[in-house]
């Protein structure tokens, strides 16, 4: 399983990002798909999840209005468009997909993007 994130970088407070994570080694398709960010020093925390037809998004309360998760199946790629940053998103961002069964079974983790928001 390969994840790889980018579009990560320097924004200022107000602007807008959109982050990409492209996914191999397993059926895209068939997974829901998460966005998770770690503060410097502490746990990751939950972003956002979309479902596998990305009919479904769920979002943490700080991001909720702001970022939106969506996903291209044919492309095997998952994007995070994230609006009206603040200082507070400042983090690295992780893609993030849990495979339940199979040999390819385990929770697995993209390398992050890091994304700084200037005030």
């Known amino acids: 399983v390969q994840l790889v994130e980018s579009g990560g970088g320097l924004v200022q407070s107000g602007g807008s990002l959109r982050l990409s994570c492209a996914a191999a080694?397993?059926?895209?398709?068939?997974?829901?798909m998460n966005w998770y960010r770690q503060p410097q020093g502490k746990d990751r925390e939950f972003v956002a999840s979309?479902?596998?037809?990305?009919?479904?998004?769920n979002y943490a309360d700080s991001v909720k209005g702001r970022f939106t998760a969506s996903r291209e199946n044919a492309k095997n790629t998952l994007y995070l468009q994230m609006n009206s940053l603040t200082p507070e998103d400042t983090d690295v961002y992780f893609c993030?997909?849990?495979?339940?069964?199979?040999?390819?079974?385990?929770?697995?983790w993209g390398q992050g993007t890091q994304v700084t928001v200037s005030s």
């Open positions: 993030n997909v849990h495979i339940l069964r199979g040999d390819r079974r385990g929770n697995h």
């Open positions: 080694g397993f059926t895209f398709s068939s997974h829901t």
């Open positions: 979309i479902s596998a037809s990305g009919g479904s998004t």
